[in-house]
């Protein structure tokens, strides 16, 4: 018998009267009720157990006398035995010697025993509690559905987003239509810590060329300050021309993910280079002490000194990305500009001393 085979079992049942214009048939009698008799076809896999006791009933059980009968004969065998008739059991009164059978049945007793032991077995509310625990269940496997929806649209978005950013990268020049990486994107690649298109547009349009290793740590201290402050920025003339070269290549990249259909908001974008430390990294370069430093802006000395250690980082980046351009000049410039940083108690071990 395979696991689809349907067979259809003539059970007699002890069900409701009903009258002719009722809709249900063949509902549970209820206590106390005396009820009719009748001859239900029912499936097989609604079939929970099975007693060894044999109960003798008329051939014909069309007469409703006979079918009565029956359910008295039944009710005498309730009476003898009050906890429920005894069961078939498969090994005993079928013989059936399976190994693997036998352990199934020693599972199930076992089973069996833990489930009638449980407190909520013989629990008053355990009808209730089975259907609130159920509910949650059916809660669950809708939560488990719907985050399994969830990160096939994620999916979705992701591979649409990596589309747009793909887009991005050939208008800029950073890879070809067949997706191979040009000397931009090289270079791009060398640059993790802190905004990679715009630095390296800085680096290919030659804006670190014309500056000194000073300014250029001025200039690079826009990528990682995300401090705000209350005083007016007094970016000095010398820097204040390559602040705005900085911000146009930021509006061009802007402008660029925006025709890709990327969310991006332009003034956001170039509002997020902030140039809060400009003059103090400058002065910081040029010898400054840190007390001077930290009378020319607001911004809290633990904040300035974690943008400097920040900074310290990503010229190192843009060394390496320098040497790999071959462009030596530029890799002595923020070499130096590395040197002029690390100093006093910036870059000291333990700010306790």
């Known amino acids: 018998m395979t696991a689809d085979t349907v067979i259809v079992v003539d ?5 409701k009267k009903t009258k002719d ?5 063949n509902v ?7 009820g009719d008799v009748e001859v239900v076809p029912i499936l097989h896999t609604l079939i929970y157990q099975i007693s060894s006791l044999r109960v003798y009933y008329p051939k014909d059980l069309r007469p409703p006398d006979n079918r009565k ?9 309730k009476k003898r035995f009050p906890e429920g008739p005894p069961l078939l059991n498969p090994i005993k009164d079928m013989k059936i010697e399976d190994p693997v059978f036998k352990e199934c049945v020693e599972r199930i007793k076992l089973l069996e025993e833990r489930l009638y032991s449980h407190p909520l077995h013989n ?6 509690l089975t259907a609130a625990y159920d509910a949650k269940q059916e809660i669950y496997e809708e939560l488990t559905t719907a985050k399994t929806e969830l990160r096939k649209a994620k999916s979705i978005l992701q591979m649409d987003e990596l589309k747009k950013r793909k887009r991005v990268l050939r208008r800029l020049g950073y890879c070809t ?5 040009e000397m931009k994107g090289r270079i791009a690649c060398e640059l993790s810590s802190a905004d990679e298109l715009l630095l390296t547009e800085l680096i290919f349009n030659g804006v670190f060329n014309n500056l000194s290793a000073e300014q250029s740590a001025a200039l690079v201290s826009c990528f990682v300050c995300d401090e705000n402050s209350t005083q007016t920025s007094a970016t000095g003339e010398e820097l204040r021309g390559v602040l705005r070269q900085l911000q146009e290549y930021a509006r061009r990249i802007a402008k660029v993910s925006i025709d890709a259909k990327m969310d991006l908001d332009e003034d956001e974008y170039v509002g997020k280079f902030k140039c809060t430390l400009m003059d103090v990294v400058l002065a910081w370069a040029k010898g400054a002490s840190f007390l001077q430093i930290c009378k020319m802006t607001d911004v809290f000395e633990g904040s300035i000194i974690r943008c400097m250690r920040r900074l310290e980082e990503v010229l190192r980046q843009l060394c390496q990305a320098a040497k790999n351009i071959g462009n030596t000049d530029l890799e002595n410039k923020f070499s130096d500009a590395i040197k002029m940083l690390k100093r006093d108690i910036v870059f000291a071990a333990s700010l306790y001393m």
Not at 28 to 34: F, L, N, Q, R, V
């Open 11 to 15: 059970v007699l049942l002890h069900v």
């Open 21 to 25: 214009d009722e809709a249900d048939t």
């Open 177 to 181: 239509l067949s997706d191979v990486i």
């Open 69 to 77: 009968s029956v359910l008295k004969t039944i009710g005498e065998v």
């Open 28 to 34: 549970p009698c209820p206590p106390g009720e005396s």
């Open 123 to 128: 629990d008053k509310n355990r009808g209730a």
